[in-house]
């Protein structure tokens, strides 16, 4: 009980302090208080438990300046950014590269052709339209896929040559709607 009632008292003193005392301070007061009250709880630190320190092994006597490091951070930080606000802390905000989208015609005509071809490739496995099956025979197909009409055109590089044909194995939109 000796040690409680103790610390009850000291705890409603800081308690008071905080509350009453400490926002009618100027943050440069307040500043120079936290850094009187830390450099005086280290040196209390460190009276208390030298012995302990020099009895330690030599690596661990490294983690003497973990504070000091950790406290030069936190003021670095401070002042960078304390000093962005005076600058302004503007980011500059890279430009985007031109862009171009791709038209509408030419989204529509892949996948109208990727229909087409299915379209097409499924009517000439079941035999239907107008002789498909001999037409295929005759242009010769690989792996079960046939090969499009060329229509007289020699290029057949290009893959999107005459995706609007009228050919009996190409489809308008008005039969792909009906379907």
């Given amino acids: ?97 031109e862009m171009s989208i791709p038209s509408a015609n030419s989204a529509t005509n892949a996948l109208t052709s990727s229909i087409n071809d299915t379209m097409n490739a499924t009517k000439s496995m079941l035999g239907l339209g107008e002789n498909n099956s001999k037409k295929a025979n005759n242009e010769g197909s690989s792996v079960g896929r046939l090969k499009r009409p060329n229509n007289g055109n020699n290029n057949t590089s290009n893959t999107n040559n005459n995706r609007n044909n009228s050919g009996p194995n190409s489809i308008t939109r008005s039969q792909l709607a009906a379907v």
Avoid: C, D
């Fill in 1 to 97: 009980m000796e040690l409680f009632l103790p610390s009850i008292l000291i705890f409603l003193l800081a308690m008071i302090v905080v509350m009453v005392l400490i926002p009618q301070f100027s943050p440069i007061i307040i500043v120079s208080l936290a850094i009187v009250l830390l450099v005086g709880g280290m040196y209390n630190h460190f009276s208390m438990f030298m012995n302990e320190y020099r009895q330690s092994t030599w690596q661990t006597t490294l983690t003497l300046f973990a504070p000091g490091i950790l406290i030069i951070a936190i003021f670095v930080y401070l002042f960078f950014a304390i000093g962005a606000f005076f600058t302004g802390g503007k980011v500059p905000v890279p430009t985007l590269p």
